[in-house]
T-cell receptor, first 113, second 113 residues
Framework: DPKIIQKPKYLVAVTGSEKILICEQYLGHNAMYWYRQSAKKPLEFMFS???????DNQTASSRFQPQSSKKNHLDLQITALKPDDSATYFC????????????FGPGTRLTVL | GEQVEQLPSILRVQEGSSASINCSYE??????FPWYKQEPGENPKLIID?????ERKQIQELIVLLDKKAKRFSLHITDTQPGDSAMYFCAAGTGANTGKLTFGHGTILRVHP
């Protein structure tokens, strides 16, 4: 059974629209993360959360907003989508935020037309 | 912020030989260095990691070396097999109130029979 679930697996959106990427982990971890991977950039850190509190935000745009309704959930809301937002978004988790192994979910591939 | 350089970008080896991937980092505060393997269309999978209190770590055919003075670390795969063909990423993390991992640009490893 997958321990980190990301929904949907594929997502197509039009420029200017808003989407929410879902992530749930069943590893009992306390820290969760979002990374982005595109053809232009390698795996790029976006956010980290620990016990549902934001630890770090490395995104330059407020269009990206993480949302944590439960300790094992960390969704990513993206507003005013642009074609440059096209990428695979990976959710990851670790036992704790400090120097613990991070495990990646299967990813959501977002295409913005 | 931290920058991680990874070389080579493409590595072709014969089955049964060794493969080596080298990474360097800038931030002397970095103290956690994981390696991930990613196959096409899949998520990155943690294969081995090393912390700054170690110089060498081995898991089966995988060897990681860390030279803190030179700010370099490397992955060595001994007795390569076609199944080792994939993209490999190195990363560096400080753990300091963030959990952020900074990734290299990746190395495509091709193991030829």
């Amino acid at each position: 059974d997958p321990k980190i679930i990301q929904k949907p697996k594929y997502l197509v959106a039009v420029t200017g629209s808003e989407k929410i990427l879902i992530c749930e982990q069943y590893l009992g971890h306390n820290a969760m993360y979002w990374y982005r991977q595109s053809a232009k950039k390698p795996l790029e850190f976006m956010f980290s959360y620990s016990y549902q509190k934001l630890m770090d935000n490395q995104t330059a745009s407020s269009r990206f907003q993480p949302q944590s309704s439960k300790k094992n959930h960390l969704d990513l809301q993206i507003t005013a989508l642009k074609p440059d937002d096209s990428a695979t978004y990976f959710c990851a988790s670790s036992q704790d935020w400090a120097l613990y192994e991070q495990y990646f979910g299967p990813g959501t591939r977002l295409t913005v037309l | 912020g931290e920058q991680v350089e990874q070389l080579p970008s493409i590595l072709r080896v014969q089955e049964g030989s060794s493969a080596s991937i080298n990474c360097s980092y800038e931030d002397s505060a970095s103290n956690y260095f994981p390696w991930y393997k990613q196959e096409p269309g899949e998520n990155p999978k943690l294969i081995i990691d090393i912390r700054s209190n170690m110089e060498r770590k081995q898991i089966q055919e995988l060897i990681v070396l860390l030279d803190k003075k030179a700010k370099r670390f490397s992955l060595h795969i001994t007795d390569t097999q076609p199944g080792d063909s994939a993209m490999y990423f190195c990363a560096a993390g400080t753990g300091a109130n963030t959990g952020k991992l900074t990734f290299g640009h990746g190395t495509i490893l091709r193991v030829h029979p």
